[in-house]
């Protein structure tokens, strides 16, 4: 069974600033997923990666395979990106996505 | 035009009635999910369902069934509710139920049993 941790658990930051929240997980893995809740309760799904980087507007995820590690960056925050930010991982199959408890992000203007 | 969508949005519902929440895509997906968000807003599979196979977590009550009638919809089944099923559940699909399929999510719906 993977575990999935995230960190940091909240991060509070200024506006404009740059954003990392990292994830590990402990057992190899097909893809990893980085989805947005906002407060609003919806989760939307912002990446989905094996390898490599990707990058959406000011959104960048890279992941390690080799290290078990993902990061995702926000560049220039905004305060609309306030939001709780999740790491899922899946192993293959239709097994759904093990989850990480989440990072808990705050840009304050 | 939503792509996943529940109902009821808030459910509340004394111990031990028998409830059902129901989910809908639009997506074409293969596969359905439930997921269970509880309140610490951590996230849970429940079940995943293809239309062939149905997986089950296997920390979930039998209190919980979920019931496809067709590829579209997969609907979720409590009985005999209770306390400790207060969450909110979401609902998502997938275009194939394989690793590589990205997952839309519901709007949730949020289970409070008094």
């Known amino acids: 069974k993977n575990e999935v941790e995230q960190s940091p658990q909240n991060l509070t930051a200024q506006e404009g600033e740059f954003i990392t929240i990292n994830c590990s997980y402990s057992?190899?893995?097909?893809?990893l997923h980085w989805l947005q809740q906002h407060p609003g309760g919806g989760i939307v799904s912002l990446f989905m990666?094996?390898?490599g980087k990707k990058k959406h507007g000011r959104l960048i995820a890279t992941i390690n395979i080799q290290e078990k590690h993902s990061s995702l960056h926000i560049t220039a925050s905004h305060p609309r990106d306030s939001a709780v930010y999740i790491c899922?991982?899946?192993?293959?199959?239709?097994?759904?996505?093990?989850f990480g408890k989440g990072t808990h992000l705050i840009i304050q203007p | 035009d939503t792509a996943v969508s529940q109902t009821p949005k808030y459910l509340v519902t004394q111990m031990g009635n028998d409830k059902s929440i129901k989910c809908e895509q639009n997506?074409?997906?293969?596969?359905m999910y439930w997921y269970k968000q509880d309140s610490k807003k951590f996230l849970k599979i429940m079940f995943s369902?293809?239309?062939?196979?149905?997986?089950i977590n296997e920390t979930v009550p039998n209190r919980f069934s979920p019931k496809s009638p067709d590829k579209a919809h997969l609907n979720l089944h409590i009985n005999s509710l209770e306390l400790g099923d207060s969450a909110v559940y979401f609902c998502?699909?997938?275009?194939?139920?394989?690793?590589?399929?990205?997952?839309?999510f519901g709007p949730g719906t949020r289970l409070t049993v008094t």
């Open positions: 057992v190899g893995i097909s893809a």
């Open positions: 990666l094996s390898s």
């Open positions: 369902y293809n239309n062939k196979e149905l997986i």
């Open positions: 899922a991982v899946s192993g293959g199959g239709a097994d759904g996505l093990t």
């Open positions: 997506l074409g997906h293969d596969t």
């Open positions: 998502a699909s997938s275009q194939d139920g394989g690793a590589w399929w990205e997952q839309y």
